[in-house]
């Protein structure tokens, strides 16, 4: 396994801690600039609905439209 392809078989590792990391430093400032917990909970409990939401929309759209007609 040549040099390159270790880097590509660690990159998406290194992506989602980016994100990770991102995120945290987010939530961090948030806690920070309000001083209350509450808040980032309210934005994480909203987001994570949202998230629920698009996935039951995405999920009826794609079954509704067979890939193998195209």
Not at 47 to 55: H, R
Request: glycine share 12%; hydrophobic share 45%; net charge positive.
């Amino acid at each position: 396994m040549n040099n390159s392809s270790k880097k590509l078989i660690f990159s998406p590792f290194a992506s989602q801690l980016g994100s990770a990391i991102y995120v945290l430093g987010l939530n961090w400032l948030l806690v920070r600039a309000t001083g209350n917990t509450k808040l980032l909970g309210l934005i994480e409990g909203l987001g994570g609905l949202a998230f629920l939401l698009g996935d039951f929309l995405v999920g009826l759209l794609v079954d509704q439209y067979n890939r193998k007609k195209s």
